[in-house]
C-alpha cells in the first residue's frame, strides 16, 4: 500500500467505532477488532480506536492475562512480571478517556493495588486527557492518583459522600496532574471544602471549575488564573459574605465566557455586591434572590 497515513486510517476507522461513544456498538467493536488482526498496516490505527475509550478497568486486566471469578470479577490470579507488564503498557498508552463508574465496578480491589506497582517508567496511562472518578467506594478512592498523568486535562469527581481518605486523595492531585485543564467536582459538601481548595492551589492552568465553595485562598488563586473562562460555584448552605466579595479583578472579569453561583434561596448577599462586578454572570431565578 503506497502512501499509508496511519491518521487517515483512524479518522476513517472511528467511522466505524466511534470511540467517544454514547452507548456500547458491539458490532462496530467486533468490525474493529476483525481490522486489528487484518494487517499489520491496520493493526494500530484500529487498537488506538478500540482503546480511546474505558468504561472500566476489566479490559486491561483481562489483556493482561487476567481472567474473572466465579463473582464475574476481574482479577489476575497470579503474579505480573515484566513481560506481563509490558503487554500492558502496550495497550494502556492508547487509552484517551477512563470511566470509573458506579456501574463498571467489576474488579476485585486487588486490581487497584497491583495497578499501584506499574514499575514501568512513567504513569500508567500515560496518554490519559479525560478522567471521570464516579465511583463512591472508600477502598478504590486512594488509588485516584494512579490513572492521573501529565496530560490529563479534564477530571470529574462525585462521590456520594466524603470521607479522611477521599479528602487525602483529592489534596494531593495535583503534583500528579500538573496541566489540569477543566475540574468539576459538583456537591461535594462542607466536609470536603479544604481537601478541594488545596487542590486547586496546585493548578495553574484551569479553564473550567466547577466546585462547591472553596476557602478563600483557593478563591483568590482561580480568580487570579489568566487561563479561566467558566467559573461554577454552588453553595449547600450560606457562604460568608468574604467569600461573595472575592472580587474578580475588574480588570480581567471580562476573559469569563461563564461566571455561575448557585445559592440557596435563603441567602442574604452583601450590600456591597455590585451588579457591575456581576455583569457576566448566570443568574439562577429564585436562588439568587437580590444579586443583580
Known amino acids: 500500500m503506497h502512501c499509508w497515513i496511519p491518521e487517515v486510517a ?6 466505524v467505532y466511534d470511540p467517544i461513544r454514547e452507548e456500547e456498538d458491539i458490532e462496530g467493536r467486533l468490525t474493529m477488532a476483525g481490522l486489528a ?21 476489566d479490559a486491561l486486566v483481562l489483556c493482561s492475562g487476567g481472567s474473572r471469578d466465579r463473582w464475574d470479577q476481574s482479577i489476575w490470579d497470579h503474579p505480573l512480571y515484566d513481560a506481563d507488564w509490558r503487554i500492558l503498557a502496550r495497550y494502556a498508552k492508547r487509552v484517551r478517556t ?11 480491589i486487588s486490581t487497584m493495588r497491583i495497578l499501584n506497582c506499574f514499575p514501568l517508567p512513567g504513569p500508567l496511562l500515560p496518554n490519559l486527557t479525560k478522567l471521570s472518578w464516579l465511583s463512591n467506594n472508600e477502598e478504590y478512592f486512594p488509588f485516584l492518583h494512579c490513572f492521573c498523568g501529565p496530560n490529563l486535562k479534564t477530571l470529574k469527581i462525585s462521590p456520594v459522600w466524603w470521607d479522611v481518605s477521599k479528602c487525602v486523595a483529592v489534596a ?13 467536582c459538583p456537591d461535594a459538601g462542607e466536609f470536603s471544602i479544604h481537601a478541594i481548595s488545596e487542590a486547586i492551589l496546585g493548578w495553574n492552568k484551569l479553564r473550567m471549575l466547577q466546585v462547591d465553595p472553596m476557602d478563600e485562598q483557593a478563591l ?18 450560606d457562604p460568608g459574605s468574604s467569600m461573595l466579595e472575592f472580587s474578580i479583578p ?26 457591575r462586578t456581576y455583569k457576566h454572570a448566570w443568574y439562577i431565578p429564585g436562588n439568587l434572590h437580590g444579586l443583580c
Open 98 to 108: 477512563l470511566t470509573i463508574s458506579p456501574y463498571s465496578e467489576t474488579w476485585h
Open 220 to 237: 483568590a488563586h482561580a480568580a487570579s488564573l489568566q487561563t479561566l473562562q467558566e467559573l461554577h460555584l454552588s453553595a449547600s448552605s
Open 37 to 57: 488482526r487484518t494487517c499489520r498496516t491496520f493493526k494500530d490505527p484500529a487498537l488506538d480506536v478500540l482503546w480511546a475509550q474505558l468504561d472500566s478497568l
Open 10 to 15: 483512524r479518522v476513517i476507522f472511528e467511522y
Open 172 to 184: 494531593s492531585l495535583a503534583p500528579s496532574c500538573p496541566s489540569l485543564e477543566e475540574f468539576l
Open 250 to 275: 475588574q480588570t480581567s472579569i471580562s476573559q469569563f465566557n461563564a461566571w455561575k453561583f448557585t445559592a440557596p434561596s435563603t441567602m442574604t448577599p452583601s450590600p456591597n455586591i455590585s451588579s
